[in-house]
């Protein structure tokens, strides 16, 4: 699945500096995350950063985008081949 970040965050500003797929972007009110970008950071890392990076535990599996692990390597293939 794509992650979604929750009305509890609090702006810290540290998750799009660790997003590889520069998925992760202020929004209105919070940050967001573009869920054609978002691959759980699979081709890049183990886990995904943003959420080993949040301090108040704001970013979970977004339900309205579910994707399976084979899903994400492909959507990750497509935006990072050359």
């Known amino acids: 699945m794509a992650l ?16 590889p797929n520069e998925a992760i ?9 573009d869920t054609n970008r978002c691959t759980e950071c699979v081709g890049h890392y183990d886990e995904p950063q943003c959420v080993a990076c ?4 704001c970013i979970e599996s977004d339900p ?4 399976t692990q084979a899903q994400l390597h492909t959507k990750f293939l ?3 081949s050359q």
């Open 4 to 19: 979604h970040i929750t009305e509890e965050c609090i702006n810290c500003d540290v998750c799009p500096m660790e997003c």
């Open 25 to 33: 972007t202020m929004g209105a009110e919070i940050y967001e995350i």
């Open 54 to 57: 949040c301090p108040v535990d």
């Open 64 to 67: 309205a985008h579910p994707e």
């Open 78 to 80: 497509a935006m990072h």
